[in-house]
Nanobody, 118 residues
Framework: VQLQASGGGLVQAGGSLRLSCSVS????????MAWYRQAPGQQRELVAR???????NYADSVKGRFTISRDMAKNTVNLQMSSLKSEDTAVYFC?????????????WGQGTLVTVSS
């Protein structure tokens, strides 16, 4: 499975960005999909996650500002980010978890940089 993230860029604080992750596999085969981020000098952290049934969970720091969604027809996982803050600056990675014949496989995208200027 290949993941291709896009949509990162430079935005002013208070602005919005939409990240998109193109998934080469059928969305129906995925157990979960998520966005993580890694700021300079920090560990990678979970931002938002959606499981196959559609339930979502978010990091406390982004609740109410970010929304994860999926497009089953286009095979994409999206992250709508609003009210961006300088502390949201990071490389954002998409992630999926696929179950095949009883085994689980994890896949990561290459990352897309989001820079929020204050």
């Amino acid at each position: 499975v290949q993941l291709q993230a896009s949509g990162g860029g430079l935005v002013q604080a208070g602005g919005s960005l939409r990240l998109s992750c193109s998934v080469s596999a059928s969305m129906w085969s995925l157990n979960a999909m998520a966005w993580y981020r890694q700021a300079p000098g920090q560990q990678r952290e979970l931002v938002a996650r959606m499981i196959s049934g559609g339930s979502t969970n978010y990091a406390d720091s982004v609740k109410g500002r970010f929304t994860i969604s999926r497009d089953m027809a286009k095979n994409t996982v999206n992250l709508q980010m609003s009210s961006l803050k300088s502390e949201d600056t990071a490389v954002y990675f998409c992630y999926v978890d696929q179950r095949v014949e009883g085994y689980e496989y994890e896949y990561w995208g290459q990352g897309t940089l989001v820079t929020v200027s204050s």
